[in-house]
């Protein structure tokens, strides 16, 4: 079965320090996101992508963060200057958009950041 | 989007039929029921959706009531791997997902 998969598992930084965050979505799909899941707490959407550009952002993405497809297989999550606070599990997402039938998101396994 | 309404926790046993009830009544016409689960930190897992009718696949049941007010998810024999957080999302779409608080439910064999 097909899945998104996400690299890191586990990354710990510095504050202050740049971190990107890796995802392979699934081959066929056009639409990326990204959530967060502060400990503890719940899903939060932060960012939705598609056709190589953001389609709809929350709140939390700030200017902090960036998102981006190098190469036509990746999608990352640049977060530039971390703060204690961007510490939480970081899901990455995927779908096949449908023109007459809603399709569901797909989610990898997720990337826990701590910021130390 | 709606809002949605579950209870905090239930508690299932296992091989029975686990029913995970959702209020949803100021849903929109044109707005989806989704049904999300997710297993101890995991990524969330699609479950099931629906607009009106029930709709089955092999995983779950989701039951809308004719007025569209309220949902039940039916996992039809609950196993101890079913043992998670639920999440009842009311959506236009899949694009931008509002995960609430959901539903803990805890199979006991």
């Known amino acids: 079965e097909p899945e998104v998969t996400q690299t890191p598992s586990h990354q710990v930084t510095q504050m202050g320090q740049e971190v990107i965050l890796r995802c392979v979505p699934i081959s066929n799909h056009l639409y990326f996101y990204w959530y967060r899941q502060i400990l503890g707490q719940k899903v939060e959407f932060l960012v939705s992508?598609?056709?190589?550009?953001?389609?709809?952002k929350s709140e939390i993405f700030d200017d902090q963060f960036s998102v981006e497809r190098p190469d036509g297989s990746n999608f990352t999550l640049k977060i530039r200057s971390t703060k204690l606070e961007d510490s939480a599990m970081y899901f990455c997402?995927?779908?096949?958009?449908?023109?007459?039938?809603?399709?569901?998101?797909?989610f990898g396994q997720g990337t826990r950041l701590t910021v130390v | 989007d709606a809002k949605t309404t579950q209870p905090t926790s239930m508690d299932c046993a296992e091989g029975r039929a686990a029913n995970l009830p959702c209020n949803h009544s100021?849903?929109?016409?044109?707005?989806?029921v989704y049904w999300y689960r997710q297993i101890h930190s995991q990524g969330p897992q699609y479950i099931i959706h629906g607009l009106k009718n029930n709709e089955t696949n092999e995983m779950a049941s989701l039951i809308i009531t004719e007025d569209r007010k309220s949902s039940t998810l039916i996992l039809p024999h609950a196993t101890l791997r079913d043992t998670a957080v639920y999440y009842c999302?009311?959506?236009?779409?899949?694009?931008?997902?509002?995960f609430g608080a959901g539903t803990t439910v805890t199979v006991r064999a």
């Open positions: 992508f598609y056709n190589n550009e953001i389609s709809e």
């Open positions: 999302i009311v959506s236009l779409n899949d694009y931008k997902l509002s």
């Open positions: 997402a995927s779908s096949e958009p449908s023109w007459t039938v809603n399709t569901e998101a797909f």
């Open positions: 100021t849903i929109s016409g044109n707005e989806y």
